[in-house]
């Protein structure tokens, strides 16, 4: 043998190198598709919203207008000042009508309760200003016989009009004008007419509270007592705590674009090639193997991150897209932080890589690669949200959690506070991560493994099949509850419901069990999970609903704040509206026991069972979780729905059965459900005070959960 | 820790010295759907430099675990091996220094040329320089790869393709060489060549054992044959030997009478799973 030959990781991670630069694929995913995505996405987007502004800006509003009983009435000084600055709402058409019965049903309303907000969800009437401009201070109550009151504004607007405008004296002060337009907000012309009406009016409440003002007391006495806020933080602390909040989850998802092809090229795809087989007869040792790999996969992850990255400074610095943190292209940031950002940036790509190439080593082919992906972004981005909640800071105890460290180590960086024991600890510990998930991948290096994990085995493939057709019914049960559910509910509520739950998810969870794949001798109703769990079980799982609620409620902060849910979703008062005065009852049936006992029989019973056979319990825990987010159709519930799937997966694993996962999902149905509309003393509130009880009785439910289940189960 | 160990120096090919040497080789496994599969029940055998041994049975005998547990792809689970006095358990990475293997299943890297994944696998044996060179060359002339070796291996035709493998395979000019049903899938020219290549082997004085379910490759090439069945080795020897051990004349009928003449067992061990199958069944990792 010849000296100066180079070392087997070397040659390893230049030779899938060079096979990555010639895959057309791999070039596209770690360099077309990061360095065109922004132009692309930012182009077209900005194009599409111009288009929508200049249409909606163009269309003519129809304007049904009723001043009459305004103080001073239809010719007093403000309903003609009123009437005015709606006409310069151009383009309008204003038509007078009569809304005596309006007002007189509304009024009724408002003598009721006066002190609820305003709304403007599901086509509800929505109140403006009054004369002094206080618009949302004192709304109508639409709670009683709310009905009645949108048919009778519905059928005032009439297939033409797209708005009521009305005036009434304001009940907190005699003689002024509260006004109060009324559209549908499902509509996009009267959002639009909303929109301007509104700002007119809001202007003439200000011209008028001026005015007042002036009459009474010659001046304005507040003037000079404002406040005045200053911002003393520099460019670069701007820049960096904008950056800092949206980077770490950035550069992950890109790594994770462009990084997980790699990974399952020079990992399953070799396995597919029948290239391991040969690798793993030379003198190479499988950690040398997997060190090249892991190298070429992070070197395609570090190119997709840096192309991405300057692709995205490009659109902020030609102004095609309007980034925080990025004004003057992020040049603001002095280079020591820029440089201790890319070091923890560098150990955190070191991890999610490390975890790539072990997932994507775990797989026999290259599609079950692409099924375990998701799964793994969010295992990944769940605790990299953590840089969202400001009172999270870096500490001994947090750098070196996996991806929650380098999170906030990042986040640090960027503002300028990241201190050097900490950075260092946050860099060891998760290049320390990555090198334990490193040895695990050189396990996976191992013929004997390769060769039993490879599909040519029956129970191989019969476990590829099962784990594939839970895979499918997940993606076809959720799919049909988007599509044929909803449509039935929104056609019919309690029908809709009763078809959704009784009908639909049973006939579903019959379907994929008896329609899975299993070994011989197997009963296909074993899969559904019916088997009767042990008191411990049961009791254990009922216990854990307070933390559930609680850690739910953490977990859609946490989505919140990543993306924040539209104000009229936020709005407890649309739960009210949906709800209306249906019973406790109803509520309970509807809304907690059918779906407890419905969604636990369909995605803990049968796709569990079947998706169990083929993948191990982290793998499942994990797809239960995305599955169970993407049945419940919402992105902005989609972590918390993540989290209770996965917890309830891995209860109904521990105990074998379903029903300890029906009588915690139906008990935190009905707390969450009845709680928001004010039929338990305050779900949140009563789960709050709680306090360390529901600590205490999670650690309570976790023992008795820990417990052994009542027997084998039959899979 | 990833320099290339190494190597011990190896032995010199001496004619008539035992390359390969296998006893009570064992191989079990675990099987979550069969229980406990014995693919190998205890081979017994030794292969000699200058010589061809052919391993002889029938689907599922157990000829691919054999000579995957000798290329120290899986791990014995008892008996021992030993290749060119190199215990395969005990040192693997030597063992494969002193091996060259091929079977059906051992692909190429689709976007390498053929130079490259030669270059490649010379520089995972440790050779660089001048010496992988004129090795590529030497492989380059042996199997006459010059008017594709520069060709992507995606693109090249299933005999190329073998061709090119067999260079991978022989680069570093191991002393022994394991071929797993080598001509399996090959049309009449490529089996040619393989043939004529093993044949090549053995003049250059280096043991060559493959494994074979075509009686004519292995009467027409083998200096010894072995007959497996079953999990384990029914008879050995050349094939003069084999037909004065049976009294038949053709190596098809010495085939027939030494498998119906053997005791049959399940390859999964009905004791764990509780069962009474009775036939041999297709057992152990491919």
Sequence with gaps: MSGGARSTWLLVLTTELRQLIRDRRAVFAAVLLPALLYPLIFFASGKLESIGEKTMAEREVVARVDLSAAPGGVDGDVAVRAREALAACAPIRLEHFDGGELLALSAMDADSQPELPARDADGQPESSADSRGAADESEPDLETDRAALRTLALALLGPDAHVLVTARPAPEVPGRTRFEI????????????????????????????????????????????????????????????????????????????????????????????????????????????????????????????????????????????????????????????????????????????????????????????QMLLMPVTFAVILPTAIVLRPEAQLSLATAWIPFVGSGLGLREALEGDLTLLLGALVLVSHLGWALLLLGRVAGLLDGERALRDSESGVAGRLAQKAAHHGQTSAFVVAMALYLVAGTAQRAHLEGGLVFTFWVLLPLA??????????????????????RPPTAAHLLGAVLLVPALVALGQWWLGVQLELLPMPQEMLQTSSLDAFFGARSTLWIAFFFALSPGLWEEFVFRGAILSSMRRGMGAVRLVLFQGMWFAFAHSSVYRMVPTFVLGALFAAIALRARSIWPTVAAHAAYNGILVLGANGRLPSSWDAIGELGHWSHFLAAVGLVLLITPARRAPAR | ?????????????????????????????????????????????????????????PNGAGKTTTLRMLATIIAPSGGRAEIDGVDVTRAPLEVRRRIGFLSGSTGLYPRLTGRETLRYFGELHGLSGADLTRRIDEVIGAFDLSAFVDARCESLSTGQKQRVNIARAVVHDPPVLILDEPTTGLDILASSDMIDFVESRRAAGRCVLFSTHILSEAERLCDRIGIIHGGRMLAAGSLAELRALTGAEWLADVFKRLVKGAPVEPAVDAAALGATSGSASEAGPR
């Design chain 1, 182 to 369: 009324w559209y549908d907000v499902q509509d996009d012309v009267a959002r639009e007419g909303r929109g301007r009406m509104r700002t007119a009016l809001d202007s003439l409440g200000d011209t008028l509270r001026v005015e007042a003002r002036e009459q009474l007391l010659g001046g304005d006495p507040g003037a000079g007592l404002r406040p005045r806020d200053v911002d003393v933080a520099s460019e670069a602390d701007r820049s960096g705590a904008a950056l800092g909040r949206w980077l770490p989850f950035l550069a992950l998802l890109v790594l994770i674009s462009g990084g997980a092809y790699a990974a399952l090229a020079v990992f399953a795809g070799e396995r597919e090639s029948g290239t391991l087989e040969t690798l793993l007869v030379q003198p190479a040792r499988p950690r040398a193997i997997a060190l090249g790999k892991f190298g070429a996969v992070l070197a395609a992850g570090i190119v997709t991150v840096a192309v991405n990255l300057t692709s995205l400074i490009a659109c902020a610095v030609t102004g095609l897209a309007k980034m925080p943190g990025f004004n003057g292209g992020g040049g603001s940031l002095p280079v020591e932080r820029l440089v201790s950002a890319a070091v923890v940036l560098l150990a955190s790509c070191a991890l999610l890589t490390a975890l790539l190439c072990l997932v994507c080593g775990r797989a026999r082919t290259f599609r079950e690669g």
């Design chain 2, 1 to 57: 820790m990833n320099q290339q160990p190494e190597a011990l120096p190896a032995r010199a090919p001496v004619e008539g010295r035992i390359a390969i040497l296998a006893e009570d080789l064992q191989k079990e496994f675990e099987d979550p759907e069969r229980g406990t599969v014995r693919a190998v029940r205890g081979v017994d055998l030794d292969a000699r430099y200058g010589e061809i041994y052919g391993l002889l049975g």
């Design chain 1, 509 to 530: 969870a019959l379907c994929i069990a008896r329609l899975a794949p299993r070994p011989a001798g197997t009963a296909w109703h074993a899969d559904l999970g019916l």
